[in-house]
Every structure is written in C-alpha cells, then in structure tokens.
C-alpha cells in the first residue's frame, strides 16, 4: 500500500505553525466513530485553525479567517462564510511557506485583539 499524501501534508502543515508560533498547543478534538483520530487544533491566546483530512484533500480552517489580512491570498474556501476562511489543499498543490507562517501569525495577532 502506497503512503497517504495527506498524511504528510498534514505533518507539513503541523511544522508550519508550529515554526510560526513555537508556543502554539495543539489538542485533538472532535472524536467520533467515522473520524477515531479526531482532529488537530490549534491554540494560542484562543483558537488558530483546525486541520482536516478529507477524500482528496487536506483543509486548513481559521477560525477567525474573515478578520485576518491574507495579502498572499492563500485562502481559497469559505471565501463567504461570515467567521471562518479555509485553505483547501489536493495532492500536488504548493504551499508557500512563508505566506503560510505569516497567516498563523496573523490569526495569533487576531486572538490577541
């Protein structure tokens, strides 16, 4: 059996913001039967995002995307929701790294409003 992809996506991202914030916590939440290993939060002065594997890709949700200054435009779903603003990543999309860490800083800038 081949590797996930997202598998190693998800512990991509998981450095990222743990690169941006070194003092982030991260919890698993949300377990349930059709998801056992539930799903990665993170935390700093008030939830980040949250960290999602799905069929065909990995999604990154701000839980206060809509007040965070995305100059990069990394956020490509949600784009309407009233709160929150997503990333959608499917095998094969880059991830800029930099515009990525300075999201997270961004939204830890937003907890501490």
Known sequence: ?????R???VEEIRSLI???EPDVV???KWRKPSNPDGV???????LICTLEMYKGKVKVNFAKGSSISDP???FNAS???PVGRSIDLHEGDELDSEAFK???REAVKVNRK
């Open 7 to 9: 598998v190693d996506r």
């Open 40 to 46: 990665p939060a993170f935390s700093l002065d008030g």
């Open 102 to 104: 300075t999201l997270i």
């Open 79 to 81: 784009l309407q929701a």
């Open 1 to 5: 059996m081949t590797k996930d992809w």
């Open 26 to 28: 991260e919890e698993i």
């Open 18 to 20: 743990k690169e941006a």
């Open 72 to 74: 990069d435009s990394l």
